[in-house]
């Protein structure tokens, strides 16, 4: 069992940039690929970054590639998304996720994720 919390949101201009954290608990953090996802009013949760286990392997949504990236630290059980150049389609209720995988590869799809966060708002004004 893992218990996630995301930290880190708020209310920012364009351009501007924020640092988003999820601390874990429970066991075997460093067993498991993290993930970011995200989802704006009326639309579905999309994917916007993944780390592999140990860290070696990234992979980022095209939206956000570039401005956003995804870091992890085993020792402190947390995961971190440092999002630059935030544009208002940035605005959205950030989750991150939790996949039992030892794996090098990472996944994009969110059923494939095991546990998740409850979520922190990012709001990027124009």
């Known amino acids: 069992q893992v218990q996630l919390v995301e930290s880190g949101g708020g209310l920012v201009q364009a351009g501007g940039s924020l640092r988003l954290s999820c601390a874990a608990s429970?066991?075997?953090?460093?067993?498991?690929?993290m993930g970011w996802f995200r989802q704006a009013p009326g639309k579905e949760r999309e994917f916007a970054a993944a780390i592999s286990w140990k860290g070696g392997n990234t992979y980022y949504a095209s939206s956000v590639k570039g401005r956003f990236t995804i870091s992890r630290d085993n020792a402190k059980n947390t995961v971190y998304l440092q999002m630059n150049s935030l544009k208002p389609e940035d605005t959205a209720v950030y989750y991150c996720a939790a996949d039992w995988n030892q794996k090098s590869q990472v996944t994009v799809r969110p059923d494939e994720y095991d546990y998740w966060g409850q979520g922190t708002q990012v709001t990027v004004s124009s």
């Open positions: 429970g066991r075997s953090f460093s067993s498991y690929a």
